[in-house]
């Protein structure tokens, strides 16, 4: 029986971690214009009617409906002109019968008009007169007031993350202030004997860090505050006590293992030790990632990471992201940017487990993006620098063929 | 003949304009680990080859291959401990003949050794001797010094945008410190006599500025910076000394016209008084967007934008990215993530525009996205904010029938 076989799916693996997380979370008043990215606390609803006014959506007329039926340009209406209306003014003029105001997209209609004629559908006879060549239904071309957003209405519901669009909305209707959620603290630490500090030389047999860094920049990406631990040993007594510290001071934390078995064992020894339930999930048939650790003390969750930095990083986004997302107040609409695009060879897997392959795409002369799958042996951070995104191959299939269509999930 | 036939269309305008651009960008040092985000400005290169000494890819036994030589189960190989290398150390002994080293991945393989043996694939016999159940050929399970990275190469090409698998990379290398391009300053002006700033109370006919938050908020998501220069009175003389201004302190700018269609000319006619050639393009078949303006007042370039602030988003998010992101010094490898997604309603589309429409993403049971397309009289902020993505109908079609296969360009 293939080993994976025995182990959780990843699927399975968030579920249960998921089902013992209900966090509080807190929220802050933020700027609007500041909020970009950032997730809304609670459901804004608007103060006001938009538009406040009736306006215009064209340049063109603003007239009474039933003083243009008929109109065509065979047989126009002919309206009196009453004046313009300015844009940003009241107009200072009401319209009577057989009148009609020029008027500017954006404009606000005049008293008793209810329509206006666009106007390519006009001519100016002489001066103060319009012919009018098309029947005008009554709303034609106009906004009434609410109609957009009526006053009260919920316009940016809770757990939004705002863009530049829900900026603008909100600045349209004068909230300049919004309450977002307070981002959450991840704590990364990295262990083992032979990880050294980036700016270090490394004396033989010894790496540099490198999976705080990645793990750090995505987290930071995805909008949570990254509290950096360092580099702790492989022992029982240091890396108990820098994941003590890390559970007073964050949200979660995240540990990446050494390399080595031992290294991987510790950690989820140490995380037992803290706190219930303890480990939840260790091991996950997924590749790469397999000696994935989900672990609770208490409230807060530890996650533990291979060390191999590959590894590392695509379970964080696969796995990791989506436990990130829920304590970022995120709601139920967020997408995974991805391309479709035909795979360029043959990736085998193994059926029972969950791959993501490293992906590079190349687009094609018919504008159809090729994906060309990344092999490399050692697993090197360089294997996802070259690549644009990863492709699931699912659990039941042996591998996927050249030409089949996938979707690329850009990292 | 239908108006849009007579006007430039997107990927033409566009072409048009970058065909006169070739700028200029400079670079400035920056912190490995506040990069991310950021473009490079050189090729990086290698300073070491990495690994720097022989790795092991897997926890097992060092040897020496033809030890192992017709091993199996049936018929193991026995080998001499030798001893344990330990994680971060260089081995302080050397492999001999029939010998093994016990090793965990990542670990340093002691001289001589010139393969690894899996744990799985072996047994302790008793203290010191190993039993080994299968051949493995020189250089299994290991990476030789310089396999993933050699000395001097190119890690990095120039005009990569710094994800978290680059930072790691260059932290891989003891790389803390890069070049990276100077971030495009891009100037952001609203005209219109009836816009107001978002914390006014409007009166009667006068609305509040979007744009200037909406474009402000995209263009520094794409790592620009924004330089905002208010709202300016639909007139000559304003509008032409803030453009002065703007083209003294900035790279860019960004003019969105008020919503009438006399604004939007005083912008093309100023944008022509103060430079060569003026304006480039004067219209665009694209809807929204069609009163789009591209002009150069030497070498910098100026963008009109219709008022309407849906339009404006739209035609930032289409046409003015890609001009944004040559001044970012981004090179080809960019892409603009996207959901694949089924139609569910019939698009009408006129022939020879190129429509953009705004989407509502519902995930099916069948996991498949469906793309719900959001309709609004009024084009309002709103609509985008209701919106995940934009679909695109290309010019030659008249729409896009329900149960198509788009994708979604997310926003």
């Given at each position: 029986m293939p080993e994976f076989l025995s182990l959780i799916s990843p699927e399975d693996a968030l579920a249960l971690l998921l089902s013992h997380l209900d966090p509080v979370l807190s929220s802050e008043d933020t700027a609007t214009e500041q909020a970009l990215g950032k997730v809304t606390a609670e459901d804004i609803c608007s103060?006001?009617?938009?538009?406040?006014f009736r306006r215009s959506t064209v340049d063109g007329y603003a007239l009474i409906a039933r003083d243009s039926h008929?109109?065509?340009?065979?047989l126009p209406a002919y309206l009196e002109l009453a004046g313009e209306v300015l844009m940003g003014n009241t107009p200072d003029f009401d319209l009577g019968e057989k009148e009609c105001a020029l008027i500017h997209t954006g404009g606000m209609l005049p008293n008793h008009a209810n329509a206006v004629v666009m106007l390519e559908d006009t001519q100016v006879l002489e001066a103060g007169v319009i012919e009018i060549y098309r029947s005008t239904a009554p709303g034609e071309n106009m906004i009434e007031i609410g109609e957009d957003i009526p006053e009260g209405g919920i316009v940016i519901p809770k757990g939004t993350r705002l863009r530049p669009a829900e900026i603008g909305g909100l600045m349209a209707l004068g909230i300049t202030e919004i309450k977002t959620i307070t981002p959450p603290k991840i704590g990364i630490i990295s262990s083992g004997d032979e990880v050294i500090p980036p700016d270090r030389k490394p004396r033989p047999g010894e790496v540099r860090d490198i999976n705080s860094y990645t793990l750090g920049a995505l987290i930071s990406e995805l909008g949570a505050e990254v509290v950096h631990y360092g580099i702790i040993p492989d022992n029982r007594h240091d890396l108990k006590e820098i994941l003590q510290i890390g559970l007073k001071e964050c949200d979660h934390l995240i540990v990446t293992a050494g390399s080595s078995a031992s290294s991987r064992d510790l950690t989820a020894d140490m995380m037992n030790e803290l706190?219930?339930?303890?480990?939840?999930?260790?091991?996950?048939?997924?590749?790469?990632?397999?000696?994935t650790i989900f672990a609770l003390a208490d409230d807060k969750v530890m996650i533990g990471l291979p060390g191999n930095p590959v590894s590392a990083l695509v379970i964080a986004y696969i796995l990791v992201r989506p436990i990130v997302e829920l304590y970022l107040g995120l709601g139920t609409r967020k997408f995974y940017p991805s391309i479709p695009a035909k795979l360029t060879m043959n990736v085998p897997s193994q059926a029972g487990r969950e791959d993501w392959i490293p992906v590079r795409l190349i687009k094609g002369k018919d504008g159809v993006f090729q994906a060309n799958p990344i092999f490399g042996r050692s697993n090197l951070i360089f294997l996802l620098a070259k690549a644009d995104g990863l492709v699931r191959i699912p659990p039941p299939t042996t591998g996927l063929e050249a030409g089949t269509t996938v979707t690329v999930r850009l990292i």
């Open positions: 103060q006001q009617d938009l538009p406040e008929g109109a065509s340009e065979s706190g219930d339930p303890g480990v939840l999930v260790h091991g996950v048939s997924i590749k790469p990632g397999k000696p």
